[in-house]
């Protein structure tokens, strides 16, 4: 198929791809890598009236550290992301996920703000910016807004993102000495969207988990953090925390399996995620 007839800007600034999306409101498309957009347009799932093409703004590309925390440009490109010492360093879980996104083809061109502002709730990098408790920066007509990770994901692909803003990057904490992270999912192909997946962080001492978040993916409407079993693991009993997941999470029935196989699954997942957290290191 072919997408439905639309016109074409490219945006030299945020406050360019601002203004644009201001003059033209919901019959407006952001493109970053495009890996999601094009697909919906080319099934007519998306019908914009003007693509706003964001690849001719300079400066969203960037990876840094700063101030205790791990800055990502929203452009970044996903294999960018892959190959960044500073990822690999200090935020572990992105690296951790990266190598589970698709396909090689597919990380040279997406981008971590199209993955975060599209929050496919199957999706990898959401889940780890929940697990992560980071930060989504904002720009639109009233200027520039920080909204923490817990706050952000509204629904099935609804965020905090008003119809007149873009997503400039995000914020993660940069891992401290005694901090762990765990990350599996189970899909029916590797590259393909996840039945069900699980990132984690945690801090662990003295052979106890503290401070955990369990983020689960393509087990409901948005990624999901499961409280109980957080506070079941960092009351050391792993057996309670799986059990506990039946209060924390209700998956829907979708085209790849039922909901009582995903809360299973989930079961399985959180197994192998604690052994990660807990497993010794050299």
Same mark, same amino acid.
């Given at each position: ?12 600034? @945020?406050?360019?791809?601002? %203004? ?33 093409? !964001? ?20 452009? +970044? ?15 572990? /879980?992105?690296?951790? %996920? ?11 061109? #997406? ?17 780890? !910016?929940?697990? $992560? =408790? =980071? ?10 807004? +920080?909204?923490? %990770? ?5 629904? /099935?692909?609804? +965020? ?25 999912? $189970? ?14 962080? %945690? ?14 993916? =393509? ?13 079941? !693991? ?24 039922? #909901?009582? @196989? ?6 399985? /997942?959180?197994?192998? @995620?604690?052994?990660? /957290? +807990?497993?010794?290191?050299?």
């Amino acid at each position: 198929m072919k997408p439905a007839p639309f016109a074409y800007a490219k945006a030299r600034s @945020v406050e360019d791809a601002i %203004a644009l999306l201001a003059q033209h409101g919901e019959g407006a498309k952001l493109l970053a890598g495009g890996q999601s957009l094009i697909a919906t347009l080319n099934m007519r799932l998306s019908a914009p009236r003007i693509l706003i093409d !964001l690849n001719g703004i300079a400066g969203l590309n960037s990876i840094t550290l700063k101030g205790g925390e791990v800055e990502i440009g929203a452009m +970044t490109r996903h294999a960018e992301i892959e190959r960044s010492d500073v990822i690999r360093k200090h935020a572990p /879980l992105i690296a951790m %996920a990266m190598p589970h996104i698709a396909h090689p083809a597919i990380r040279n061109r #997406g981008t971590i703000g199209g993955s975060i502002a599209f929050a496919d709730p199957a999706a990898e990098l959401p889940a780890c !910016l929940l697990a $992560l =408790g =980071g930060l989504v920066e904002i720009a639109g007509p009233k200027g520039k807004r +920080t909204v923490k %990770a817990d706050d952000y994901f509204k629904g /099935l692909y609804e +965020t905090a993102i008003g119809a007149c803003d873009m997503l400039t990057g995000i914020r993660l904490p940069a891992a401290p000495a005694a901090s762990r992270y765990g990350f599996a999912e $189970l899909s029916r192909r590797h590259g393909d969207y996840a039945v069900a997946g699980l990132a984690a962080s %945690a801090t662990f001492a003295s052979g106890k988990l503290t401070k955990v978040r369990l983020a689960f993916f =393509g087990v409901d409407l948005t990624p999901v953090r499961a409280k109980a079993a957080e506070m079941a !693991l960092a009351g050391g009993d792993l057996d309670k925390a799986v059990a506990a997941l039946a209060s924390d999470l209700d998956p829907p029935d979708d085209i790849q399996e039922n #909901g009582a @196989v995903k809360k299973h699954l989930a079961g399985v /997942l959180l197994r192998r @995620v604690v052994q990660q /957290l +807990t497993e010794t290191r050299a």
